[in-house]
């Protein structure tokens, strides 16, 4: 779960509806609901639904305030009130069970554990002072002790409902462990009253950062940007072999930096891509692990990578700008990676480009290339540090409105030249509740700041617990034992220590949402490879837990992009995501590379051309081993050349001369031995 948050309805672009995938809005809200917690929402209707609107509005106006004005509160005082907000709008929001869809019905046990869940937050946010001066005597304060129980499970249960078990399953087993470490009346004290609990480093950068950032990615949702990352990358792409699919890695990766949720990047740009892709001739089960692998992929996209670029600039202790810059380059690997596979598999299968004529044209598209301006402006104030990230955030929400004026301007415009009224139209589309997808209105900056409360509520809670991972993991020293373990059995070998370390996190990342999957393995597993036993640089340690982190969205059993993936493509969901995990082979080696060898973040970089050989090198490698993968190049690829493959692949992503040669020598033999082979079958 990214900090851009998607709606809880995104926007679908619906194909027809036939048996090539889904194909009404229905069925593509169906999928949400299935596989996204966050969709499934009350359903409020006439003045309920207003009044709820507005708590939802008022929270990102006050989440700005708060952020741009009001940032020398009390830590204590901010971070309650914020959580206190959230289980507001949060209980508001999410019903107990998943399909209860009675219009205009809270239940009123929903209503109590509201009430006494944002009271409890309150009642610290109103004697802040007071609870701070008693310091450790808290501890000893029966009345103290019951307010914290009720907000922290206040907390788990719409935890429950937003986000899912997974993450309570590792929640819950911590709090069994610390109970049975620490005295409970110290364990509670130091999960809600301290910094080291609920409101740890992830509460307070969501508070402080992302909240700004959800809310600018709400508007900048509503420019039609979207749609138009799917046209650039139809216009670029669509004619060439299998088309569709490269279409579906381009718009996914471009997509996924507006939405960052891997489920909701699946179901959207899905909707559109995947029924292209089997109308080309790909099977179900490809098409869909396509656009999952490529929409997980959204998270490790930089500039924001999710809220992970924001937490890891935290954590390190670094400017936001060298995080980003940092991810570009993996980035580029694990696209380029899904690329080459179903580039193979077009081959493979013979499939052809959409024809031309049904394209977008690129001059045309090049018009409203000012849809990007919002993402410039963000990127390069953030990028400059000449203010802070969340004013960076707020002028780019003001640049977005303004993008979205130039839609009005250039409608009224045209109805101008067409005989209509300029003033009129202009004046019409800024109040109109459905104006252009490129334009902006009232209603639509109401909408987005609707928007982007519903879609703090799962994030600020997937924090929220993430605190509790890491106060937990604090009280009784778990981290420095799981250190010592893992440095015992690896024996100091770097390999055998980033093997154990990426099975830890993609165990412990199972249905995690993004924010709490990261700062879950910052807390417990980066440490273990930043041990100097082991010898990984801090960067290259957060990026390499963080990776494997995220590709639980793919890798079964938990795949639920992967799942949702093969729902639109009504394929099977297993063979889906085994599929998607052969696509996203790069996710799984270039994070070795850059543990061995982090020149490839631009870390201890002697000489430029050094990063220069670990790209080529790597890119060379990534292409032996898709095609390993694929079984296909020139013509169906034999189990010895792609065991080659496979090996001379592997040896390119070694650090080091000697293995460089080797797998180039490997893999090009077998591509030019291939080459031939099929020469001599069509001669």
């Not at 999952?292 to 998270?299: K, N, P, R, V, Y």
Request: charge should be positive; proline fraction near 4%.
């Amino acid at each position: 779960m990214s900090f851009w948050k998607k709606e809880t309805k995104p926007p679908v672009h619906t194909a027809p509806a036939d048996d090539s995938g889904v194909g009404t809005a229905a069925d593509v809200d169906e999928v949400m609901k299935k596989y996204d917690r966050e969709s499934n929402t009350r359903v409020w209707e006439g003045t309920p639904k207003i009044l709820v609107k507005g708590l939802m509005i008022l929270f990102s106006v006050y989440s700005i305030l708060v952020t741009l004005v009001f940032s020398t509160w009390l830590p204590e005082v901010k971070l309650t009130t914020f959580l206190a907000w959230v289980l507001v709008i949060g209980y508001l929001n999410f019903p107990a069970r998943k399909g209860s869809v009675k219009v205009n019905h809270m239940p009123w046990y929903d209503i109590v554990i509201m009430v006494l869940g944002a009271g409890s937050f309150l009642y610290y946010t109103f004697h802040a002072q007071e609870i701070i001066k008693l310091s450790l005597r808290t501890a000893k304060n029966n009345f103290l002790l019951a307010i914290a129980v009720i907000g922290v499970l206040a907390l788990i249960e719409l935890c429950r409902r937003s986000v899912g078990l997974p993450i309570l399953c590792v929640v819950g087993a911590l709090l069994v462990y610390t109970f049975s470490q620490v005295q409970w009346r110290i364990a509670i004290y130091n999960l809600f009253y301290t910094t080291t609990g609920v409101m740890n480093t992830p509460i307070n950068v969501c508070s402080k950062y992302i909240v700004v950032f959800i809310i600018f990615g709400a508007f900048l949702e509503r420019t039609g940007i979207a749609q138009f990352f799917i046209n650039l990358a139809n216009a670029v792409a669509g004619s060439s072999a299998g088309g569709p699919a490269k279409v579906a890695v381009i718009s996914s990766a471009l997509c996924g930096m507006v939405s960052g949720s891997s489920v909701g990047n699946t179901v959207t740009t899905g909707s559109v891509t995947i029924p292209m892709m089997k109308k080309t001739g790909y099977q179900g089960e490809f098409a869909g692990a396509v656009e999952a692998a490529a929409s997980t992929g959204g998270q490790i996209m930089p500039p924001i990578m999710g809220a992970a670029a924001f937490l890891m600039a935290e954590y390190l202790g670094v400017p936001y700008g060298t995080v980003a810059l940092t991810a570009i380059l993996p980035a580029v690997l694990y696209f380029t990676g899904i690329y080459i596979a179903v580039h193979l598999e077009a081959r493979k299968l013979g499939l052809k480009g959409i024809p031309k004529d049904e394209l977008p044209k690129l001059s045309v598209l090049m018009k409203k290339i000012y849809l990007l301006a919002p993402l410039v402006v963000l990127v390069a104030l953030v990028s400059m540090n000449l203010k802070t990230m969340q004013f960076s955030a707020a002028v780019a929400i003001l640049v977005t409105i303004i993008v979205g004026f130039i839609g009005n301007l250039t409608s009224a415009v045209a109805a101008s030249r067409a005989g209509g009224s300029f003033g009129g139209t202009l004046g019409h589309s800024l109040i109109s509740h459905e104006s252009d997808a490129e334009s902006i209105s009232i209603f639509k900056i109401l909408d987005a700041l609707e928007a982007g409360g519903k879609g703090t509520i799962t994030v600020a809670v997937a924090c929220a617990m993430a605190g509790i991972v890491a106060g937990c993991i604090t009280v009784t020293g778990l981290a420095s034992k799981l250190i010592t373990a893992i440095v015992s059995v690896s024996a100091g070998h770097m390999m055998i220590a980033l093997v154990l370390t990426m099975l830890c996190c993609i165990v412990l990342g199972m249905g995690v949402p993004t924010t709490a999957n990261y700062c879950i393995m910052a807390a417990t597993c980066a440490p273990i490879l930043m041990n100097p036993a082991i010898g990984v640089v801090p960067m290259a340690a957060h990026f390499f837990v963080f990776y494997f982190g995220i590709v639980a969205d793919i890798t079964p059993p938990v795949a639920l992009a992967a799942y949702a993936g093969s729902a639109i493509a009504k394929a099977p969901p297993m063979k889906t995501a085994i599929n998607a995990t052969k696509l996203a082979i790069a996710a799984f080696i270039v994070p070795y590379i850059f543990a061995m060898n982090p020149a490839m973040l631009l870390v201890n970089v002697d000489n430029p051309l050094q990063v220069v050989q670990i790209v080529v090198t790597a890119l060379i490698g990534l292409f032996g081993v898709a095609a390993a993968l694929n079984g296909f190049l020139y013509k169906k690829i034999n189990l010895l050349f792609r065991l080659g493959l496979i090996a001379g692949g592997l040896c390119m992503m070694v650090p080091g001369d000697l293995t460089d040669v080797i797998g180039l020598v490997v893999v090009c033999g077998i591509v030019f031995f291939q080459r031939a082979a099929a020469k001599r079958v069509s001669a």
